[in-house]
Nanobody, 126 residues
Framework: QVQLVESGGGLVQAGGSLRLSCAVS????????MGWFRQAPGKEREFVAAINWSGLTTYYADSVKGRFTISRDNAKNTVYLQMNSLKPEDTAVYYC???????????????????WGQGTQVTVSS
């Protein structure tokens, strides 16, 4: 069973930065495509960013493009989300997700992922 544990959330002022981490258990992390999603109160969970198994392909939601960067370290079984120029509308619980595939394309839909973390809260004050 694959387990995902997010960390790095917190309270930050608008314009600030945070880096989220997602540690993944198991020895086959390099065969998983990874994604970050978020869910604000009263809203549906939405796609934020995704990266393929090799790290060579990434994709971002328009709302975070140019501000957020997804990356992975396969030696550390960890995927990261660097968030810069944060806005109050970025406030949400952030979840990482995994699906085992070595395809080049990334996954952007919730239903394409098999494993989820418990989430980490990000709050951006104005």
């Amino acid at each position: 069973q694959v387990q995902l544990v997010e960390s790095g959330g917190g309270l930050v002022q608008a314009g600030g930065s945070l880096r989220l981490s997602c540690a993944v258990s198991g020895r086959t992390f390099s065969t998983y495509a990874m994604g970050w999603f978020r869910q604000a109160p009263g809203k549906e969970r939405e796609f934020v960013a995704a990266i393929n198994w090799s790290g060579l392909t990434t994709y971002y939601a328009d709302s975070v493009k140019g501000r957020f960067t997804i990356s992975r370290d396969n030696a550390k079984n960890t995927v990261y989300l660097q968030m810069n120029s944060l806005k109050p509308e970025d406030t949400a619980v952030y979840y990482c997700a995994a699906v085992r595939t070595t395809a080049q394309r990334v996954r952007v839909r919730l239903e394409e992922y098999d494993y989820w973390g418990q989430g980490t809260q990000v709050t951006v004050s104005s």
